[in-house]
């Protein structure tokens, strides 16, 4: 089994980082020279005696800022539970230590940037949910780990990591080329992960969510969406349910991905901007490019598209349609079912139509199960692949009824559950099922969308709530305000984070600088100036009721054709990506 050390020192001197790997009879050091960047092997008796110490919980990885190299390492984990017998540990808190001793040789701009670049990796390493394990590979799921060959079983774990959710990736560029450092560092994923003991008829099992958010194509809400050329999918995530009992063990694998041609959807500051679709490119290539590679990872295919069929959504639907059509794939199966519509005036029992309808296929492409002895009995051999709008609010909840009509065959066949028993009658198991998958829900929509998922009271409880109708116009209000107005910041912090956008050290600009024309300050002051006026004038009338009625009416319409400027020219007001702008649109 494939594993890396678990806790290490961190030894600082002027010259040079070490790594002391703390495991028990280990005297392994990784040495890296803070003026070459040069990383070897050492050992303990050449570390000097006066290199300042402090623990560290692991290594992120390097990346290259306008000062040159940073190291960024993890200071604090906690364990989030046992995964098969594997420590599972969340990432909480890091810091990026610079090779360099001093940035005096930066110019005042060089500086700032170096400022802002610093502020964008640890926007990222701060957005909630990323998991490690140094003994189990994270990465795959059960089905892909059984299918292996005895190479493959030897590889390290950054070897044979699967790299589309490996979120450290690009900070372990320089790591990948000497496998003797391997033992030193350990993939990182980014999404969710929850690990619950749980006991039905006194029997106790494992329970596991795990939720695996692509790094390809990975954004924000409305600067992301689509595909790429090599048709990766926005917000992209693999969710796998784990069960194990009595050393068996089953998974069950959905996925969620945007709609998977192109199309953009950028933040103008109306309460929902107009999805467009390119007119200007082959959209079945790359829709075919993402569906091939969706087969051969996964086998068969059902589209669960969740969106509106009437309104700026339709069109989408309609082209979704025509494109699995003309691919005419005998693999792909599509079903379009219109959540809000079907589930309007609190209707959500309407759901069990969805579910009914693809009863008969999800019983046909079954789940993983490995016998105690390790045997396979089962075999998955195909998935849902859901998606909505965002692929986050209607799509965790399908997703979560899908596990949970999979989990009661799964724990029907292990002999937790007995014949004709349903999930939803163990009231202690229900309760918690529901707020692990509500808990999901909430950790991808925070990453993509900047807040809590909506419909989780649904999710929760099982119905939906007056209060969770509150929550979601609360949320839909701050996601207005993140995606308006913060959300360019968090595209480029995921674009450098990830490698999508390189500093170059000689670089003497980057491009952060974005200056604003005059309707930047000017439209909104005369708006804030003229509805001012305007109550002022209610409230402190003039001589006749006509004069004060000529002054509201002035300076009301002043503040109506100013903000009604402001939303004509949205483009210019909100707060877009500088970095990657161009090609994230295409």
Avoid at 17 to 43: K, N, P, Q
Avoid at 278 to 296: A, E, M, P, Y
């Amino acid at each position: 089994m494939a594993s890396t050390y678990e806790s290490f020192n961190l030894r600082t001197t002027p010259e040079k980082f070490y790594i002391e790997a703390c495991d028990d009879g280990c005297e392994d050091v990784l040495a890296i020279d803070r003026v070459s960047t040069e990383m070897i092997l050492t050992v303990r008796r050449d570390v000097p005696a006066s290199a300042d110490s402090r623990p560290i919980s692991g290594l992120m990885g390097t990346i290259r800022l306008v000062a040159g190299m940073y190291l960024v390492v993890i200071t604090k984990k906690k364990k989030v539970g046992d995964l098969l017998g594997h420590a599972v540990w969340k990432a909480q808190e890091f810091d990026i230590i610079s090779y360099k001793k001093t940035i005096l040789h930066l110019t005042d701009n060089q500086m700032q940037d170096n400022k802002t670049f610093l502020s964008m990796i640890n926007h990222v390493l701060h957005t909630d949910g990323f998991y490690f394990a140094t003994d189990y590979d994270l990465t795959h799921t059960l089905q892909r780990l059984a299918n292996t060959s005895p190479e493959f079983q030897e590889m390290s774990l950054l070897e044979r990591a699967d790299q589309r959710f490996v979120w450290n990736g690009h900070l372990l560029r320089e790591f990948m080329t000497q496998p003797e450092l391997h033992k030193f560092v350990f993939p990182v994923i980014h999404g969710f992960i929850a690990l619950r003991s749980s006991c039905i008829n006194g029997k106790v099992f494992e329970w596991s969510i795990i939720s695996r958010r692509s790094c390809f194509r990975a954004g924000v809400r409305y600067y992301v969406r689509g595909i790429d050329t090599e048709g990766h999918a926005a917000n992209y995530v693999e969710t796998e349910q784990v069960v194990q009992f009595n050393s068996a063990k089953a998974s069950y694998v959905q996925t969620r991905g945007s709609i998977p041609f192109f199309w953009s959807q950028r933040p103008n500051l109306k309460y929902k901007p107009k999805p467009q679709i390119s007119k200007t490119v082959n959209h079945l290539d790359g829709f075919q490019r993402h569906f091939d590679s969706q087969i051969i990872l996964y086998g068969r295919q059902v589209i669960l598209n969740l969106i509106n069929q009437k309104g700026s959504e339709k069109p989408l639907e309609l082209a979704f349609d025509k494109l699995v059509s003309s691919l005419g794939n005998g693999m792909i199966k599509y079903i379009a079912f219109d959540f809000h519509k079907e589930c309007s005036r609190m209707r959500w029992h309407r759901l069990q139509i969805l579910l009914d309808m693809v009863a008969e296929m999800q019983e046909e492409f079954g789940y993983f199960l490995v016998d105690a002895d390790g045997k396979v009995l089962l075999n998955q051999d195909g998935t849902f692949r859901s998606n909505c709008m965002d692929c986050l609010d209607r799509t965790n909840v399908i997703q979560s009824l899908l596990a949970r009509r999979s989990l009661q065959s799964q724990l029907r066949k292990m002999g937790v559950l007995h014949t004709g028993q349903l999930i939803e009658e163990q009231a202690d198991f229900e309760k918690m099922y529901k707020n692990a998958w509500a808990d999901n829900a909430d950790a991808c929509a925070k990453q993509y969308a900047g807040t809590g998922a909506l419909k989780t009271d649904f999710t929760r409880m099982g119905k939906r709530t007056q209060w969770g109708l509150v929550m979601d116009g609360w949320n839909s209000m701050i996601r207005y305000y993140k995606n308006n107005f913060s959300d360019g910041f968090r595209q480029d912090s995921i674009d450098l984070f990830l490698g999508n956008y390189a500093v170059e050290e000689s670089d003497s600009t980057a491009p952060l600088r974005d200056p604003k024309d005059w309707k930047f300050l000017t439209l909104p002051i005369i708006m804030v100036v003229a509805f001012s006026m305007c109550i002022i004038c209610l409230l402190m009338a003039g001589d006749t009721w006509t004069e004060t009625l000529a002054y509201v009416l002035f300076w009301g319409s002043s503040s109506v054709v100013t903000a009604g400027l402001i939303l004509f020219n949205g483009l210019d007001f909100v707060d877009a990506p500088k970095l990657l702008q161009k090609e994230k649109l295409d």
